[in-house]
């Protein structure tokens, strides 16, 4: 079993940056794979990037492609999520996710993940 704890959000004007971060605890995140999910008011929780338990294999949605990047550090138990060039529509709260797999594949879909933060919120003002 692993918790998961989401830091790094909070208010930036678009265009600006912020680095997200989620500790694990319990078990290594080289054991999962993992996913960055975001949820804004009255909308489904969504899947934002994803990688596989090696980092080798990563999967980035149209919207963020090109200014989100997912990274792991193992020696911190942490993922990070590294959001740059910010647009007043990513304002959402993030949510990171881990599934025990060692596919080779990222997990995509949302009800295959096992665990979850309690999610951080990102505002991104025009």
């Known amino acids: 079993q692993v918790q998961l704890v989401e830091s790094g959000g909070g208010l930036v004007q678009a265009g600006g940056s912020l680095r997200l971060s989620c500790a694990a605890s319990?078990?290594?995140?080289?054991?999962?794979?993992m996913g960055w999910f975001r949820q804004a008011p009255g909308k489904e929780r969504e899947l934002v990037v994803a990688?596989?338990?090696?980092?080798?294999?990563?999967y980035y949605a149209d919207p963020v492609k090109g200014r989100f990047t997912i990274s792991r550090d193992n020696a911190k138990n942490t993922v990070y999520l590294q959001m740059n060039s910010l647009k007043p529509e990513d304002t959402a709260v993030y949510y990171c996710?881990?599934?025990?797999?060692?596919?080779?594949?990222?997990?995509?879909?949302?009800?295959?993940?096992?665990?979850w933060g309690q999610g951080t919120q990102v505002t991104v003002t025009s």
């Open positions: 990688d596989n338990w090696s980092g080798s294999s990563t």
């Open positions: 996710a881990a599934d025990w797999t060692y596919s080779n594949n990222p997990t995509l879909g949302r009800e295959e993940y096992d665990y």
């Open positions: 319990g078990r290594t995140v080289s054991s999962y794979a």
